[in-house]
């Protein structure tokens, strides 16, 4: 099941989830209880990006369901067992059993996102699909309004030459 909202209220409950479900959550909402209820946290085996990045503070974008269980006691900040390039390598295993839930708590670590864009144009490159366009294109037939706000850039250029 994937989840990807920025809603302040759950979209998913524990007591809809079959045992060995897989959940892929992303969207970030820093009101409301979050996207998951607190019993599909509890049961949940959490795989992150980065620790540090779910488990960030209240001015960032982190896993703000998963901050809320800790605070209020219903896990500590060890549940959050793994992350992903922990189970990639081998270092972290993953699910247990054939009937463990998994969670993985996306909150979009931009190293992690240009690697897979890379992996996506290497992927095209090699099936012959896709546009490629230099830097040097006019991406403004590409964005609406890019036009206007690179003749404003322009316009308020200051030259060091």
């Keep these: 099941m994937c989840a990807t909202t920025h809603g302040d209220r759950a979209v998913v ?3 809809w989830l079959k045992p060995g479900a897989h959940l892929n959550v992303v969207g970030v909402n820093a009101s409301g209880e979050g996207k998951l209820d607190a019993a599909t946290i509890r049961d949940s085996l959490i795989v992150v990006e980065s620790r540090a990045a779910a488990l960030a503070g209240p001015t960032s974008a982190g896993a703000f369901e998963l901050r809320r269980a800790i605070e209020s006691g219903l896990i500590t900040a060890d549940h959050v067992d793994t992350e992903i390039g922990e189970l990639l390598s081998g270092t972290m295993t993953g699910r247990s059993d054939d009937r ?8 979009g670590v931009a190293v992690q996102d240009a690697a897979a864009a890379g992996l996506v144009v290497r992927a095209a490159q090699r099936c012959g699909v896709g546009t490629s366009l230099a ?9 609406p309004g890019a036009e206007s706000h690179a003749r404003a850039r322009a316009a308020n250029s200051v030259s060091t030459t």
């Design 13 to 15: 409950r524990r007591d």
């Design 100 to 107: 463990q839930i998994t969670l993985y708590r996306s909150v």
């Design 135 to 143: 830097a040097e294109d006019d991406f403004t037939r590409w964005a």
